[in-house]
């Protein structure tokens, strides 16, 4: 497949099948992510991969976090419809992984850089998976702000998580289970700076 192929044909997916991909496909699609550029080569980023139990409890933390930040007097029937609402999102794919960009000071490099590179690699992992027949879904979210997703992952308070990248294979009798691609035409937010 080529370059142009893959980023025009790629998009987000929303249903996902059962099947798990093996983790030498996994892990080959965060290969790809870590040829992303990375200022002075500092490669910060970090990767935690969600599956099967695992995933259920990635499931039971971003309910923990939903339901935080809600009122203390919330109608239970609401309350349920989140919770219900939370763990089909986590769980809609076999495999999620946490992207998050730690601290990272080399005396040359600002923060931003860091971020910038990750969500580069993230770009490639989208790609790449698209290329070998996976389908992928990249969101951020309450869970990637919290406080607490930071705790479970071990990391300080100002590292980010940068996404949540659902992973698997489409859902077949999907004629089309990815979400809309539309793109203004990009006539319309250039500007030329040629005089």
Known sequence: MDVWSAITER?????????????ELIEAVLEAFTWAPT???????????????????????DIEVSLSELPEQIDKTAKDKIIDARKTTVLSAPVAIIISV?????????????????AAGIQNLLLAAHEKGLATRWRTG????????????GLKENEEIIGLVHLGYAAENKSDSG???????VADKITWHDS
């Open 179 to 185: 979400v809309d691609r539309y793109r203004i035409p």
């Open 11 to 23: 998009k987000s997916t929303t249903t996902f099948s059962s099947e798990t991909p093996s983790k």
């Open 39 to 61: 200022h002075h080569l500092n490669q910060s980023w970090r990767f935690d991969v969600f599956t099967g139990v695992g995933l259920e409890r990635l499931a039971d933390l």
């Open 102 to 118: 730690p601290e990272y000071s080399d005396g040359k490099s600002r923060y931003l850089e860091e971020l910038s590179a990750g």
């Open 142 to 153: 309450k869970l990637s702000r919290s406080m607490k997703a930071k705790l479970f992952l």
